[in-house]
């Protein structure tokens, strides 16, 4: 396993997927983003994983696309690379029915940060650093990034960060709305495993389509979205974790969720 280029670990419903190229800063080959697809799909299947981390190993979180690959690839085949490496990751990350943290310690750069933004929760260590790099080598957004960022942000911040190739530090990236919550270098682990913990414990249906219901409602007119979250919620309201949930509220004590 620690071969391989993500290494998945799982504890106490917590399925962590550890990007290990730390000698390019974590960088996307084919194997890399391969790996994350798999360990995404797995969560989707295994009832036992509640929430997904992604993580980098060493000093960054992921630097972007390896361009010695993708030169070695010629132009003419980056279409390829982002319809067979990226978009199939990104779109298992937004099918995910589960709640997906992304842990950011050092450079998150290019389809790094795209994947970060792709995450549902950021939180980042206080080196934390957010390279929007597309601009810089002559190139246009991917991975998501057009829909994720402005989405976060807002269209006009989008638009001066993409353009002009931005790059901001961890408080700059709070004070955006980029990430949830900044932390001590030395505090990302424990500060992630407990911010994890808290989303396994959860009604993992009700976050299902907590999460399902804010991206679609973020593109959808209103009328919809009333009628989607009256769905939604008789979904939710048949799940075991809805009746341990208001037998808890009666009973005046924790409840205890199952995920189910």
Do not use: H
Not at 69 to 75: F, G, M, Q, T
Not at 98 to 111: L, R, T, Y
Not at 188 to 193: F, K, M, S, V
């Amino acid at each position: 396993m620690l071969d391989s280029v993500v290494i998945q670990e799982y504890k106490d419903g917590v399925l962590t997927l550890w990007l290990n190229r730390p000698e390019v800063l974590n960088a996307f080959n084919r194997d890399l983003a391969n790996g994350l697809t798999e360990g995404i799909r797995r969560a989707m299947t295994d009832i036992q994983i509640r929430v997904v981390v992604i993580r980098g190993r060493g000093r960054g979180f992921c630097s972007g696309q390896d361009l010695s690959v993708a030169l070695d690839e010629r132009a003419g085949r980056i279409r390829d690379i982002v319809r067979e490496m990226y978009n199939p990751l990104i779109q298992a990350m937004r099918d995910l029915p589960k709640p997906i943290i992304a842990s950011v310690g050092g450079v998150a750069a290019g389809a790094g940060m795209s994947l970060a933004l792709a995450a549902d929760l950021r939180i980042a260590a206080a080196n934390a650093r957010f390279v929007y790099g597309f601009s810089g080598i002559g190139l246009a957004p991917d991975s998501g990034a057009s829909y994720y960022l402005p989405r976060i942000i807002g269209v006009a911040r989008a638009l001066e960060f993409s353009m002009l190739g931005g790059s901001v530090n961890a408080d700059q990236a709070l004070a955006l709305g980029l990430v949830s919550k900044v932390v001590p270098v030395d505090a990302l682990d424990e500060e992630t495993e407990a911010f994890a913990l808290r989303l396994a414990a959860g009604p993992t249906v009700a976050l299902g389509l907590t999460k399902r219901a804010m991206y679609e409602g973020a593109t959808g007119a209103l009328t919809d979205a009333l009628e989607r979250e009256a769905l939604y919620q008789q979904l939710a309201s048949e799940s075991e974790d809805f009746k341990e949930g208001v037998q808890a509220f009666l009973d005046k004590r924790s409840p205890q969720y199952k995920g189910c």
